[in-house]
């Protein structure tokens, strides 16, 4: 084969394999270089309750986290038991009840002061209410008032009549 003979396709076509080889050569070499460059892969783990650094501040993060929770369970809990306890409270039927109730102190107590006080006062008496026992007396112009309650403790009240003054 002379120069004349070549066929300029033939000739383009090595100069296009030429490159293409060449291209790989400096992919394939720059390859190479980066893993000669490249470090070892270590296996670390991140959590410090298996690596142990930093193990006890990690313990101590849970056991603040779990305590939290813990208290922020109780203090729902008991929100809403005062929430329920405040509800019952206040029904219609409860409030009824307590000024029921109320009524009924104001009503002893006008007659025991009227008993006291009154226009035909007398001399003693006994009250027992709720288990708690009212006993009084008048000597010598001084009223005195002996409350026993259920357990037991007694409290006396002395009062001297018509030294009251406004």
């Known amino acids: ?3 004349e003979k070549i ?23 720059g390859i190479i270089a980066i893993n000669l460059n490249s470090d070892t892969v270590t296996f670390k783990f991140k959590n410090p309750s298996f ?11 849970i056991e603040n986290q779990e305590f939290n929770r ?3 369970l109780k203090a729902e809990i ?7 306890e405040r509800d019952k409270e206040n029904t ?20 025991l002061v009227e008993n006291l006080f009154g226009e035909t006062p007398s001399d003693s008496g006994t009250l027992t209410l709720e288990g708690n026992t ?4 008048v000597v010598d112009g ?11 403790n007694v409290t006396t009240i002395s009062l001297p009549i018509g030294n009251f003054t406004f």
């Open 51 to 61: 690596s142990g650094i930093n193990t006890s501040s990690h313990y101590l993060t």
């Open 78 to 84: 008991k929100a809403l038991q005062d929430e329920i």
């Open 7 to 29: 066929d300029p396709y033939e000739v383009e076509k090595a100069r296009i394999m030429a490159g293409l080889l060449l291209i790989g050569l400096i992919l394939f070499t």
């Open 1 to 3: 084969m002379t120069k």
């Open 92 to 111: 219609t039927l409860a409030r009824f009840i307590r000024n029921l109730e109320s009524r009924i102190y104001a009503q002893l107590s006008r007659q």
């Open 70 to 72: 813990k208290e922020a």
């Open 134 to 137: 009212i006993e009084y007396s």
């Open 142 to 152: 001084i009223i005195t008032l002996t409350i026993t309650d259920s357990d037991g």
